[in-house]
């Protein structure tokens, strides 16, 4: 399976976004999403430069969660939105206009990367992930133009207490009428991986699936290596 990493912001206080960062490129992560809904503007963006500076080093994809501008700022490889954030086709316009000004070449990353399909915009590439939580948002997010969906969440999780759980067969459902890459997300650790995997998703995401075992580096090897 490919694990997509999603940086833990309840787990801050005890140890940095960078630091988890770090810690899921040990341990092998290819695909890593910048998330932190209660972070300040200005602290957002320190951490996101930074976190573009370890991913392009170590040739990781990064993602930035919600915030399309700071995406483009620290031309990280995409931008996650979800039900509540931009429509895909506004920020598709923003990202048309923002890689013209810029005229920005930097392909080396997504060029290297055979996970999610491709997308070519002014010389760069860039991709648009969208939340969804039903068959018909998943199947809209693909009629809109969304280069991978997150599905979820599929299992009860307190890094999203509110959302209610969708469960395996809506993921089941989802992959057999969306073609486009599928995230299965939300609740899913060691203990019920295999589910997810037997509905035919192949990336998997966690959040406190990763960061609250007793190595991260290893929960993420493991996940790669051993599912
Ligand atoms: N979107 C749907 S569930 C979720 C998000 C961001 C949180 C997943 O966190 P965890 O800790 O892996 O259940
Ligand atoms: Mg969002």
């Given amino acids: 399976m490919d694990i997509y990493c999603l940086t833990d912001e309840a787990f801050f206080s005890r140890m940095s ?24 503007d200005r602290e957002f963006l320190s951490c996101a430069k930074k976190i573009r500076v370890m991913t392009r080093k170590a040739g990781c994809l990064f993602i930035v969660n919600d915030r399309l501008d700071i995406a483009c700022r620290v031309f990280a490889d995409g931008v996650h939105l979800g039900q509540d954030d931009m429509k895909i086709l506004d920020a598709k316009r923003c990202i048309e206009h923002f890689f013209a000004q810029k005229n920005h070449v930097d392909v080396k990353m997504c060029k290297n990367s055979t996970i999610f399909p491709k997308i070519f915009i002014q010389k760069s590439f860039f991709y648009i992930g969208h939340s969804t939580h039903s068959l018909s948002q998943a199947i809209l997010a693909e009629h809109e133009g969304a280069d991978y969906i997150g599905i979820g969440p599929v299992f009860p999780t307190q890094t999203k207490p509110d959302s209610a759980p969708i469960g395996i067969s809506v993921v089941r459902e989802v992959r057999k009428k969306v073609k486009i890459p599928i995230v ?8 019920n991986v295999q589910d997810v995997l ?28 051993f599912y």
């Fill in 17 to 40: 976004p960078q630091d988890q960062v770090s810690a899921f490129m040990c341990g092998g992560a290819k695909i890593i999403q910048f998330r932190a809904k209660k972070m300040s």
């Fill in 184 to 191: 299965a997300i939300g609740g899913i650790t060691e203990k």
């Fill in 198 to 225: 037997a509905t035919g998703v192949r990336i998997i995401a966690m959040v406190t699936g990763i960061t609250r075992a007793e190595s991260i580096e290893e929960a993420v090897r493991k996940a790669i290596h």
